[in-house]
């Protein structure tokens, strides 16, 4: 959103605690949103996880290219999630393809992330996915098994941290039935599009 500030920002910012869906709900949006809608591809300086693909699922950078694109000023955001030591960030060039392509950029990044995205465009669609209790989260986070103990728990008190912040942004959508939350989503953006078009 460097070049062309004419042009409404389409920005959605999706969060919510681990184990919430969120990266299944962002899925099934690029597949079926009636909205022309990308996914931004965050940088992090985590490890990648089996299966995970460079460029694909994330942009894998060692903490010091991450330092060095952060001093050049190519994150819109960036967060150290979860206390883990991993950064994360979303970068301007992510946002800019979309934003030029007239489509959507669909962010999934945590609160804090989020709070910096929400300060830069108050109008930005944010979207807190969560689910009917806590016992539910434990119980999603145990059955993916991809962390250890220590982190899971650490896990779930961000989750208990990040619950508190649901209020803060515009939609909060319960994320016990799938479809049905997809759904809610993608009737807000076609509402939030359909605001852009009649302008
Ligand atoms: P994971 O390591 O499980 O892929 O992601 C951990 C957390 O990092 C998720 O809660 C996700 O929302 C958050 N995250 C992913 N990308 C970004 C980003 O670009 N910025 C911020 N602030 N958080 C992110």
């Not at 967060?79 to 979303?90: D, L, P, Q, S």
């Not at 807190?128 to 059955?143: G, I, K, M, N, Q």
């Not at 103990?149 to 959508?173: F, N, P």
């Amino acid at each position: 959103m460097t070049d062309d500030s004419s042009q409404p920002v389409r920005v959605v910012v999706l969060s919510g605690p681990s184990g919430s869906g969120k990266s299944t709900i962002v899925q099934r949006l690029i597949r079926e949103c009636p909205v022309p809608i990308r996914q931004s591809i965050s940088a992090t300086t985590r490890a990648p996880r089996p299966g995970e693909v460079d460029g694909e699922h994330y942009h894998f950078l060692t903490l010091a290219e991450f330092e060095t694109q952060r001093k050049n000023g190519e994150f819109l955001e960036c967060a150290e999630v979860h206390r883990t030591g991993n950064w994360y960030g979303t970068l301007w060039s992510e946002v800019d393809v979309a934003q030029k392509l007239k489509m959507w950029s669909l962010l999934e990044i945590d609160v804090e992330g989020a709070q910096s995205v929400m300060r830069m465009y108050p109008h930005a669609i944010t979207i807190f996915v969560t689910l009917p209790s806590l016992d539910e989260y434990e119980r999603r986070l145990r059955a993916r098994g991809t962390e250890s103990e220590e982190v899971l728990q650490r896990r779930l008190q961000t989750a208990r941290e990040e619950l508190k912040m649901a209020g803060c942004y515009r939609h909060q959508i319960v994320n016990d039935d799938l479809d049905t939350a997809v759904q809610a989503i993608c009737r807000i953006l076609a509402t939030h599009q359909a605001e852009i078009n009649a302008r």
